[in-house]
């Protein structure tokens, strides 16, 4: 092999492993969650702009569910919290779109 092509192939590998999604994960940390720390507090549905529902997966392992609040603040809301789970039945009674089953 000459120089160019072992330098692109060491380059190469370099990225893959950076990059990788499939990294195998210690199962003690959850080094890919969106959410650090969550809220128990309630939160306004007036103040509330977007709620964004991430399900677990091998990268978190548990469900995170974000608000993001009129000013643009996204807020880590706690999945277990009475208030969150009302709300999004709430938005489920409500929603046009029915789920498959």
């Known amino acids: 092999m000459n120089y160019c092509t072992t330098v692109t192939i060491l380059l190469l590998l370099g990225h893959c492993a950076v990059f990788s999604k499939d990294a195998p994960l210690d199962e003690d940390e959850n080094i890919r969650c969106r959410c650090v720390h969550t809220e128990r507090r309630k939160i306004p549905s007036k103040l509330i702009k977007l709620i964004q529902i991430f399900p677990s ?27 969150v789970k009302k709300l999004l039945d709430d938005l489920l009674a409500n929603s046009t779109v029915k789920a498959i089953s």
């Open 57 to 83: 997966c091998k990268r978190c392992k548990h469900t995170e569910i974000i608000v993001l609040s009129t000013s643009d603040h996204q807020i880590c809301v706690q999945v277990t919290a009475p208030w």
